[in-house]
Structure formats: structure tokens, C-alpha cells
T-cell receptor, first 113, second 113 residues
């Protein structure tokens, strides 16, 4: 079974731009969660999508949004990028949700200049 | 407000000895706890979880203990192996309409020969 894949792996943007990250879950998994990892804050939960619906949301501003497609692939969008958005963005998939065993992708390293 | 805390940023243990990683939480609503391991340049890997109705869960060399009255959980690795060297995150979850997975900031474990 193929694992969780994320594209692109690395991204460099400038302040004010927007970015879209993509995540393909493990086949058959309907839940996709997104996380932000920074050295100071550790891992923080962004949101979870299940069957194309946002089911849970963390404490992030509205600049962070996402969606899930009918094939369970998910995208995360960050608009009006700020320097503090530089981080490793991870997505994870599972069968039932965030309290289930989650399988993480390798992450997308976003650098905002 | 850091609801899940890992107060030791790093830990060094000799091969073959016990590694004990600690995690404290403040939100008494948490009812499910998970531990993840993360190697550099990879996404986190699920290790072991425990429900709040239990006080211990064991899986091979990994055992998680939960002390609800102290709002404390710990991960024991016995015996520690060099391949266990990684960053360990604890995470907590509670069911509810606004629920989300909350992570600690991580503890870097170094298992020395």
C-alpha cells in the first residue's frame, strides 16, 4: 500500500503571496488532517477533513483553509503569507479520524521570505 | 496556552536501559492520548495510544502509563535501542464538536552506545 504523499516537498514564497499544498492519503482512508510544525510551537493541528467535509478545526486564522476532493485527496491553502508561516506542513490520513492511527506524509517545507 | 506539555526538550539514555518520556496536560476533558515518533525529514509515526478509561497500555518495548489525577502520562521504552533516537511527541484528544488533536512540543531522545 502506498503511503501518504505530499507535494511539493519544498516551497519558497514571499510575503503576501498565497500557496497551495497537496496531500494524497493512503488508499481507502477518508480522513485527512493537516498540521503545522515549527521549532517554537511543535506540532499544531490545523484541520481535519472527512468525506469532503471539514470536521475539526484548530486555532488558526482564516488565511489557512483547505478542501477535500471526492477521491479523498486534500489541498491546503494559505493566503497573504506572513514570515511566521514558515514551517513544515504535514498531512496525515486515517480510516476514521484524528483519534485513529494516523499515517503521516513527509511534509512540505514552506519558507516565506 | 500550552495544554499539552513536554517539559524535557531532550533526554539521553544508554542502550539497553529504560527511556522514560513524560507529558503533562491541563485539560481534564482529554480522553485519548497518543505518542508519535519523528525522525528528521520524515513525518511523525504513530507509536502507541491510551484511552482515559485505562491506566496502562503495552505494545512490545513501548508502554504508556496514564495518571489522570495528576494529568500526567509517560512513555517507557525498554530496552532502549539506538534506532529509538528521534523526537517523541505526545498528543491528546477529546471528543466533542470543537475537538482537535493537541500536541506537545516534543522530547528529543538520544540513545547512546
Amino acid at each position: 500500500k502506498a503511503g501518504v504523499t505530499q507535494t511539493p516537498r519544498y516551497l519558497i514564497k514571499t510575503r503576501g503571496q498565497q500557496v497551495t499544498l497537496s496531500c494524497s492519503p493512503i488508499s481507502g482512508h477518508r480522513s485527512v488532517s493537516w498540521y503545522q510544525q515549527t521549532p517554537g510551537q511543535g506540532l499544531q493541528f490545523l484541520f481535519e477533513y472527512f468525506s469532503e467535509t471539514q470536521r475539526n478545526k484548530g486555532n488558526f486564522p482564516g488565511r489557512f483553509s483547505g478542501r477535500q476532493f471526492s477521491n479523498s485527496r486534500s489541498e491546503m491553502n494559505v493566503s497573504t503569507l506572513e514570515l511566521g508561516d514558515s514551517a513544515l506542513y504535514l498531512c496525515a490520513s486515517s480510516s476514521r479520524g484524528v483519534a485513529d492511527t494516523q499515517y503521516f506524509g513527509p511534509g512540505t517545507r514552506l519558507t516565506v521570505l | 496556552d500550552q495544554q499539552v506539555k513536554q517539559n524535557s526538550p531532550s533526554l539521553s539514555v544508554q542502550e539497553g536501559r529504560i527511556s522514560i518520556l513524560n507529558c503533562d496536560y491541563t485539560n481534564s476533558m482529554f480522553d485519548y492520548f497518543l505518542w508519535y515518533k519523528k525522525y528528521p525529514a520524515e513525518g511523525p509515526t504513530f507509536l502507541i495510544s491510551i484511552s482515559s478509561i485505562k491506566d496502562k497500555n503495552e505494545d512490545g518495548r513501548f508502554t504508556v502509563f496514564l495518571n489522570k489525577s495528576a494529568k500526567h502520562l509517560s512513555l517507557h521504552i525498554v530496552p532502549s535501542q539506538p534506532g529509538d533516537s528521534a523526537v517523541y511527541f505526545c498528543a491528546a484528544w477529546y471528543t466533542g464538536t470543537a475537538s482537535k488533536l493537541t500536541f506537545g512540543t516534543g522530547t528529543r531522545l538520544q540513545v547512546t552506545l
